[in-house]
């Protein structure tokens, strides 16, 4: 299983980024698909995280702002993030559960917002 994240980058405060990730590898059936990040010297914390059927759940720092989605036929997870601040900088992971197995992690897209 292959988990494949794109579209971070520098943004200025107020911006926006739309980060994908591509998990591939496998013909088992997605369930729970989600985005964790991680700051320097911060663990880990999960951002968003949406169901096979859309049920969401979202950090308390970046409701409102970010907005998880999932296209399950291209088995991809998307996370919109608007009005974006310098303490969302961080490394944005995904990740996903198959077939009951995993979680399965990406390698990790880096997100700076410089303020």
């Known amino acids: 299983v292959q988990l494949q994240a794109s579209g971070g980058g520098l943004v200025q405060a107020g911006g926006s980024l739309r980060l994908s990730c591509v998990a591939s590898?496998?013909?088992?059936?997605?369930?729970?698909m989600g985005w964790y990040r991680q700051a320097p010297g911060r663990q880990r914390e999960l951002v968003a995280q949406?169901?096979?059927?859309?049920?969401?759940t979202y950090a308390d720092s970046v409701k409102g702002r970010f907005t998880i989605s999932r296209d399950n036929a291209k088995n991809t997870v998307y996370l919109q993030m608007n009005s974006l601040k310098p303490e969302d900088t961080a490394v944005y992971y995904c990740?996903?559960?198959?077939?009951?197995?995993?979680?399965?992690w990406g390698q990790g897209t880096q997100v700076t917002v410089s303020s």
């Open positions: 590898g496998n013909s088992l059936t997605i369930n729970n």
């Open positions: 949406i169901t096979r059927y859309g049920s969401t």
């Open positions: 990740n996903c559960f198959m077939g009951g197995l995993g979680p399965y």
